[in-house]
């Protein structure tokens, strides 16, 4: 484990850029799967509008999905940075073989979703009938893209716990590139290629992750021999289980509870029409894009929590907060400033309509904010999720997207307008009032209710983080 990052000593601002910096561009080329998707199938002759409003629906599926596995992320980030930071390489190999059997059994679970579920999906999301058909499509692809992106996470959160983030780099780097070459090929046709349109996209995303998961393997056993788990590693040990479920199922309670809000979310989106969907589609692939310096940091945060706690240098970990939050507040201000002045532009970029690129202007100018604040807690969220306090992470995911996001959405969007409220008739006028304050641009209820959630998210995490519970590690048996 030579070869890795010693998070654990040296300057600690140094060492968090170099383990970050390929965390972030390793997470923009992931991004880049749904951006690549999202251009090419904008630029289809007939339906590119209601193609991108697809694309977009597909995530809070793909979040929803994809949370359960990333609870064992965390746990698996925090107790292999643990054992690292521990220099115990035989506790590092009996928890990455613990994953084996998780990792099948989830599999499993989204062969049966993909099968039953995904009609049922699209009608609780208001999905427009025209959209069905298509909809149905695209989304089984991505799904069982899934599967191999679950390998894909599950690699990259081990080798970044190691303090090597450039491997997984490397994976996606060629992977997306791949991506990239087969997206117009598949879309449009081409040579011994039939034109397939968004159903095009969808394989050529699948196909590429497939890709990235065998490279993973391949790498992960020649590069880590010493740590590729033996049958006694795989065998489920009932202590290093329950500390994987200790630490992961809050995460995967509080991920899925989130991303089941965000379908709730969608459906209201979904009811202010395709226009919307599609703005609201760019507008989350682009938003992410911003995000991912703050994402980046705060996966490096993780490893580097985990690895000194392990090490038993407390003071240490601390410090590695205030430079985490640093990093993040001055990145995220620039690219904050950049989509407020610019986001008319980044829309047209995808899909030019003028209704659209209306929305989306409008869109910017207020999820700029939301961004910037969300980027804030993204470092907590590595605080806690390196030292396995990942029911801290839950309580306040939960709490901003059930207690203020989706309430003051609703709110906002003029759905309780001449409601009877029992007992609490007295504030019938200010739910009223509050009704009607966007006019004529309701959908702006869906940006300004997570502005107001991201910062209420904020408060709670530095309330959390003051108390200091998290200096001790939760991670080990």
Not at 50 to 65: H, S, W
Not at 82 to 104: A, E, H, S, Y
Not at 426 to 451: D, H
Request: proline share 4%.
């Amino acid at each position: 484990m030579k070869r890795n990052i010693n998070l654990t000593d040296g300057k600690i601002l140094n060492k968090l850029v170099i383990l970050s910096l390929p965390i972030m561009l390793s997470n923009f080329l992931g991004t880049l799967y749904n951006i690549v998707d999202t251009y090419w199938v904008g630029k289809i002759d007939t339906g590119a509008k209601e193609a991108v409003a697809i694309t977009g629906m597909t995530f809070p599926l793909v979040f929803f999905i994809m949370a359960f596995s990333m609870g064992f992320t965390v746990a698996g980030t925090a107790m292999v940075s643990k054992f690292k930071g521990m220099n115990d390489i035989k506790k590092v190999r009996l928890t990455i073989g613990q994953f084996v059997p998780i990792m099948g059994v989830f599999s499993l679970f989204l062969i049966i979703i993909n099968a039953t579920m995904i009609p049922t999906f699209l009608k609780i999301i208001q999905t427009p009938p025209e959209l069905v058909a298509d909809a149905t499509i695209y989304i089984t692809y991505i799904m069982y893209g899934m599967i191999a992106m679950l390998f894909f996470d599950v690699f990259q959160s081990i080798t970044t716990a190691l303090g090597d983030s450039l491997t997984p780099l490397i994976v996606q780097t060629i992977t997306v590139v791949l991506n990239i070459v087969l997206d117009p090929i598949l879309i449009f046709g081409l040579s011994i290629f039939p034109k397939m349109g968004i159903k095009g996209a969808a394989i050529a995303t699948l196909f590429s992750r497939i890709v990235a998961t065998v490279f993973a393997l391949v790498i992960f056993y020649r590069k880590y021999r010493e740590l590729v788990p033996t049958m006694q590693d795989i065998k489920p040990n009932k202590k290093v289980m329950m500390n994987i479920f200790e630490i992961g199922l809050p995460a995967s309670i509080g991920q899925s509870t989130t991303a089941f809000g965000f379908l709730l979310m969608q459906g209201l989106t979904n009811s202010f029409g395709t226009a919307v969907i599609s703005a609201n589609a760019i507008g989350h692939r682009m938003m992410s894009i911003f995000q991912l310096p703050a994402m980046g940091i705060s996966r490096a945060l993780s490893s580097f929590v985990g690895q000194n706690l392990g090490a038993n240098k407390e003071k240490r970990a601390v410090k590695s907060v205030y430079y985490s939050l640093f990093l993040v507040m001055s990145i995220m201000t620039v690219g904050c400033l950049f989509i407020y002045t610019f986001g008319a532009e980044l829309v047209k970029f995808f899909i030019d309509e003028p209704i659209i690129t209306e929305i989306g202007a409008r869109m910017f100018k207020i999820s700029a904010y939301a961004t910037w604040v969300f980027g804030i807690l993204m470092v907590f969220m590595g605080v806690f999720n390196g030292a396995g306090h990942s029911r801290s992470t839950m309580t306040f995911n939960i709490s901003r997207l059930w207690f203020f996001r989706i309430p003051t959405a609703y709110l906002l969007a003029g759905f309780f307008i001449g409601t009877d409220l029992g007992i609490f008739t007295f504030l019938e006028p200010t739910v009223n009032y509050l009704g009607t304050i966007l006019a004529p641009y309701e959908y702006e209820s869906l940006w300004w209710a997570m502005v107001i959630s991201n910062t209420a998210g904020v408060i709670m995490a530095l309330s959390i983080y003051m108390k200091g519970n998290w200096k001790v590690s939760k991670a080990g048996w």
